[in-house]
Every structure is written in C-alpha cells, then in structure tokens.
C-alpha cells in the first residue's frame, strides 16, 4: 500500500494500539485530532527534521532586482516558498565548496555573490510532499511521531506517551541514517558567527568540517 495521509493517520492509530480509520471523514476523536496535528504543519515539522534525500531539491538563485540591501552585502536573493530547511549553498553548480559569507534573514538570503546554487528540503508537491517518494523508514517515523502528538489527549496514559516518545526517536535516528547512506557527504550552511553582517575573516566557521548525518 502506498504512503498515503490516510495510510499516515493509520499507521498512527496502530502505534497507539486503536482501531483504524476507514475514510478521511470518519467522524470519530481520533481523526480530529490527527486533523489538527497534520493542519497544524505536521509535515513541515517531521521534514525539518532531516536532509531527507526524497525532499532534496536543488535551484539556481539571481539577485532580486526590487530589494537592496541598506548595507553591507551587495545582493539580495528571496527564499523558495518551498523551502523547509536549507541543506547547501555555494558559488558553483557542482556544490564543491560552500557560500561562506552571507546574512540569512526572514524572506531573503544576503550577500555579494553574482549568483548562486541551494539546496533545499521542499514541501513541493513533487518533492517532500510527494507520498509516493518517502522511504518506509521515513514513513514509520512519521507515522510515530504523528502518534506521539495525540497519545495523552486520545489514551490518557503519560506511561504510553513516554513509550512512544522514546520509540519515535530510535525511527528518526534509523530513517537518517538509512537517508545518509543513499546520498554524497553535505556541507552544512555557515554558522550564524560567519553570517553576521560585515563577518569577513578567512575562518569557515567551522563549515568545512561539519558533515551532515
């Protein structure tokens, strides 16, 4: 069977030792709550938590015309509404070296560079929200953690909760790892200490040794 959100709240109940649901529309304690946890950006979450290669998305930015930056860097490039989490940036289109001078904010990345390439989990359709992509170990996390946001309020029992939890991080710990054997070694984006505006200095803080598992 197919990952499917029907097949996520499911796997969900499963875990929590309930009866499944048959449809979407069951009108029943169980599927609202799993409701809210999944309108309540359930997806982004368990997405963020990982460079997850099925969500792996991969762009090349140019400068935003309508936004200068008031000083400091030179350029400004808008953030893909897609993004959940930024895996990579650099110069070149073959990621061989990182982008180490650059201030992230809210809506836009900083910098002097001409152009550049990224990296990205994406909530895209055809990425990470794409069912059909996600690995099964990936699912079974999914579908724990999903239990996990609904235990206390659907069993009452903290015992069970505190179960689930802990059940919910060995599946996390097993889907990345799972996840890291199947793509290249990934330089994590610079730390904040480089990204400071007007941070020059020959340091990499540290980027070219942080490898991602």
Known sequence: MATSKLKIYNGALRCLGQPKLSALTDA?????????????????????????????????????????????????YEKPEDMVRIAAMSENEHFSAPLLYYVDEVLYWFTNASEIYIQYVSKSTDYGY?????????????????????????????????????????????????????????????????????????????TMRRLTG
């Not at 029943?28 to 998305?57: K, S, T």
């Not at 996990?148 to 990345?176: F, M, P």
Request: hydrophobic content about 30%; overall charge negative.
């Open 130 to 206: 794409d069912y059909s992509l996600w690995p099964e170990t990936f699912t079974r996390y999914v579908e724990s953690w999903f239990a996990s946001q609904i235990c206390e309020s659907l069993t009452q029992s903290e015992t069970k909760w505190e179960r689930l939890s802990k059940d919910t991080r060995r599946l996390l710990v097993d889907a990345r790892s799972k996840d890291a054997m199947k793509g290249p070694t990934r330089f994590l984006p610079s730390g904040r200490f480089v990204q400071s505006r007007g941070g020059g200095g020959g340091s990499d803080g540290g």
């Open 28 to 76: 029943v304690p169980a599927r609202y709550l799993l409701d809210e946890v999944f309108d309540d950006g359930g997806l982004d979450y368990v997405l963020e938590q990982g460079l997850w290669n099925h969500a792996m998305r991969s762009s090349k930015l140019e400068p935003t015309p309508s936004v200068t930056p008031a000083f400091g860097y030179n350029n400004a």
